[in-house]
């Protein structure tokens, strides 16, 4: 019995002739930028992007705040589709006038004016660290010294040591002045003291700088509420599921900080106000 005639499906010999991968594109490897490393699956933002001995490379921190180094190149995916990542372009000649982390029209070459006699004071390191990365220029350029104090419970008293007069005018921001609280009595019995009339004191109602920036600018829904008693910044690292350090923590939320736009109006209008005072004429 003849056997029967079973016939192959007709291939063409190349089956990328009608199926080919998406071609590449090359994508500069701007700050959080958000890509997939396509052979170990990581998917970060990146943070920079680095010269070394062996080629330059790319730097990706998950939302778990875990980096991974990568060679730059090819081997990515964003949105789905494969890109080489490349070094991003400095601009030779920007079209508009460059500005600073807040906002200001950077002054080009400008240098440090000698500090004031004047000072702005706020309650800790992470305050001064926050003021400092998106006011540092104007600072800078206007000769303002910002200092942070560990607390304000002795604010009274460090008013009186520091004597504000005209020449030397005293700004002082603090957290979580909101009224009838602990702050607020503070505050008041400050402003009684009799250099009040060259002395601001101004706050952001906060529990602490945390909290004054944007939660999207950290990639999260909101701040969590954290029960009385338990001490904030530790309850806000285990109800967002970040180690239970403080340190650490700081320098994630600080390095997402960008500019101005990534912290809450509360907090400008206040470090902007007291600029405004310690440099005003006769300041």
């Not at 009608?18 to 997939?36: K, Y």
């Not at 699956?41 to 705040?65: H, N, Q, S, W, Y």
């Not at 980096?67 to 920007?94: C, E, M, N, Y």
């Not at 460059?98 to 702005?120: E, F, L, M, N, Y």
Request: proline fraction near 8%; glycine fraction near 8%.
């Amino acid at each position: 019995m003849p056997e029967p005639d079973i016939r192959s499906k007709q291939y063409t010999a190349d089956l990328s002739a009608t199926r080919r991968r998406p071609v590449s594109t090359e994508v500069e490897a701007v700050r959080d930028l958000v890509v997939e490393d396509v052979e170990t699956g990581f998917c970060g933002a990146v943070i920079r992007v680095e010269k070394m001995p062996g080629g330059p490379t790319v730097t990706l921190e998950d939302r778990l705040g875990k980096h991974r180094v990568f060679p730059l190149g090819p081997g990515f995916w964003i949105d789905g589709r494969p890109v080489t990542l490349i070094a991003p372009k400095t601009s030779q000649s920007p079209a508009t006038p460059q500005r600073t982390a807040s906002g200001s029209i950077a002054v080009p070459k400008a240098r440090a004016r000698v500090a004031r006699a004047g000072r702005i004071y706020v309650e800790g390191r992470h305050d001064a660290e926050l003021v400092e990365k998106v006011w540092g220029d104007d600072l800078r350029v206007e000769g303002v010294v910002v200092e942070y104090l560990e607390g304000v419970d002795d604010l009274a008293a460090i008013v009186d040591g520091f004597r504000p007069g005209p020449d030397a005018r005293l700004g002082v921001l603090v957290d979580h002045l909101v009224p009838g609280t602990k702050e607020a009595r503070i505050v008041e019995a400050a402003m009684r003291s009799a250099y009040a009339e060259h002395l601001l004191v101004v706050g952001h109602p906060y529990i602490d700088v945390w909290e004054a920036v944007k939660p999207a600018a950290v990639g999260i829904q909101a701040w969590p509420r954290v029960p009385h008693g338990r001490p904030w910044k530790e309850g806000v690292c285990e109800a967002l599921g970040w180690p239970v350090n403080t340190p650490a923590a700081w320098k994630r939320i600080l390095r997402s900080v960008r500019d101005f736009r990534d912290l809450e109006p509360e907090l400008l209008g206040r470090v902007e106000e007291l600029i405004d005072f310690v440099t005003s004429p006769g300041a």
